[in-house]
């Protein structure tokens, strides 16, 4: 089968992390790197022996297919000219601050009939791909996605940044009509909102709860789905899941104190742990060339964008009214 010609615009972090991924599957070839910072354009293109471009334009006309890893604010600009150009498209996320100019986006991957996928990484970890199957009612979730400070994103708040992984999640989960959504945020270390908290209310009863912070001294991506019988707790990290089950609380009154003991059943389940970036990255491939369903529809990408620039928009109205 031939190789598919992949092409990476932006090798910052994350455009650093696909590329070395890239680079060691036999299903591609990269045949090019570019961004706007030679010194590092020049570094990596050294140690991966793959050619260095300074104009993504040119690159665009030797690759198949392009991943672009730059900042949020580019994302239209460059994207546009990928598909306008009938090039296969891997673009991280947030597709783009702009629902309008996302819309046009996913237009113009039809019309040309080409793979448009989102870097929605946690979609391909282990443990997320477990809970459709121990998932079925839920009437409580919860949401915590902290870390600390990184300078390097100066162009979205922590809504765009790291809650949009958890609204994806949620909505894939529920799949229901929303009824309600309060947000709050607070601005400290940028002109961005840094803190998000929002309770989303879906119309069959279940609440769900997020808290994104990208100012906390601690790193922490936890994930918690209360149904009937059985409490989940889901690490991100680890790609763990506890389930709790049939819990039994009492009070042991004695002469000297009253205490207090729980007792449940808890299972561990048991997940397929592998690189999540790996993963997408190798279905980005698979769309292309053995034609896989993707993951993540374009519809779903958009329906995610747009809660969470609702939830953006409540934020930014509080702040105008303090």
Known sequence: MKKVKVGIIGVGRMGQYHLNIFSGLSECEVVGICDVDENKLINLSDRYNVPAYDDYKKLVKKSDALCI???????????????ESGKHLLL??????????????????????????????????GAVQQLKNIIFHPYYIECRRL???????????????LMIHDIDIILNLIEDEISEI????????????????????????????????????????????????????????????????R?????????????????????????????PLKLEDLH??????????PIVENEQNLYTLKISLQIIEQINKFRKNE
């Open 247 to 275: 819990a039994t609380s009492a009070y042991l009154l004695t002469p000297e104190e009253i205490r207090y003991s729980q007792e449940a059943f808890v299972e561990h389940l048991s997940i397929q742990k592998d690189n």
């Open 284 to 293: 980005f491939l698979n769309c292309i060339t053995k034609k896989e369903k």
């Open 92 to 125: 991280e996320k947030p597709m783009t601050n702009n629902y309008e100019q996302a819309e046009e986006l996913v237009e113009i991957s039809k019309k040309k009939n080409l793979v448009f996928q989102i870097g929605h990484i946690e979609r391909f970890n």
């Open 182 to 245: 309060n947000s709050l945020g607070n601005f400290i270390l940028s002109k961005f909102e840094d803190v998000a908290t929002t309770q989303i209310l879906f119309k069959n009863g279940c609440i769900a709860h997020l808290i994104a912070s990208r100012i906390s001294q601690k790193k922490e991506r936890t994930l918690i789905i209360m149904q009937k019988d059985s409490y989940v707790f889901l690490d991100y990290n680890t790609q763990d899941i506890e389930i709790h089950r």
């Open 69 to 83: 890893a730059t900042p949020t604010s580019t994302h239209y600009e460059i994207a546009k000219f990928v598909l």
């Open 147 to 161: 870390s600390p400070y990184d300078p390097r994103i100066s162009d979205v708040g922590v809504v765009l940044d």
